[in-house]
């Protein structure tokens, strides 16, 4: 079974920019989360999407948005790209049907740098 | 925010030595999970433990929960060079199981 995959893997971009990273979960996984990982923030979770729809959201600006497709496929956008944003980004995905119980898998991480 | 906090931030230890990492977290969780991370690439799950779980094995893996002190150690048996990496627990938050909140890591140096 393929695991996680994330693309684009390095990402470099300009202030004010925006980028969209993309996400594809272990198929028959219907859970998709988003975690950013910075050195002085460690790892915070920015959003998750089950079914199309977002169930749990973190503590980050606006400026972070994400969607999930049918196929369970999902997206996460950053608009106006600050300094701040350069990180890596993690997706994880679970079969998210059984509170408590799941293992979340990760993918390797889509390094954004922003300049 | 994290959840809690990891101890040690840093170990080194000589290969064939036992690693001891813990966790202490602050809220009411479902379960606790331990990932490794190496060198700025993803997370590999290593194991889960349920809250109503004590302790739990998974090879050279053992971890231990106890919720009444909130919190959880990991133990890796017989070291090896290869598990040199970055330890992380998380933890669901109550109310939200798929938002993990993680700890701040211990970085695990194993020298053959």
């Known amino acids: 079974k393929a695991g996680v995959t994330q693309t684009p893997r390095y990402l470099i971009k300009t202030r004010g920019q925006q980028v969209t990273l993309s996400c594809s979960p272990i198929?028959?996984?219907?859970?998709v989360s988003w975690y950013q990982q910075t050195p002085g923030q460690g790892l915070q979770f920015l959003f998750e999407?089950?079914?199309?729809?977002?169930?749990n959201k973190g503590n980050f600006p606006g400026r972070f948005s994400g969607r999930q497709f049918s196929n369970s496929r999902s997206e996460m956008n950053v608009s106006t790209l600050e300094l701040g944003d350069s990180a890596l980004y993690l997706c994880?995905?679970?079969?998210?049907?059984?509170?408590?119980?799941?293992?979340?898998?990760f993918g390797p991480g889509t390094r954004l740098t922003v300049t | 925010s994290q959840q809690g906090e990891e101890d040690p931030q840093a170990l080194s230890i000589q290969e064939g030595e036992n690693a001891t990492m813990n966790c202490s977290y602050k809220?009411?969780?479902?379960?606790l999970q331990w990932y490794r991370q190496n060198s700025g690439r993803g997370l590999v799950h290593l194991i889960l433990?349920?809250?109503?779980?004590r302790e739990k094995h998974s090879g050279r893996l053992r971890v231990t929960l106890d919720t009444s002190k909130k919190s959880s150690s990991l133990l890796i048996t017989a070291s090896r060079a290869a598990d040199t990496a970055s330890y992380f627990c998380?933890?669901?938050?109550?109310?939200?199981?798929?938002?993990?909140?993680f700890g701040s890591g211990t970085r695990l140096l194993v020298r053959p």
């Open positions: 994880a995905s679970s079969l998210g049907v059984a509170r408590g119980q799941d293992e979340q898998y």
């Open positions: 198929s028959g996984h219907r859970s």
């Open positions: 999407y089950f079914s199309e729809t977002q169930r």
């Open positions: 809220t009411s969780i479902n379960n």
């Open positions: 433990i349920r809250s109503n779980e």
């Open positions: 998380a933890t669901d938050a109550s109310g939200s199981s798929y938002k993990l909140i």
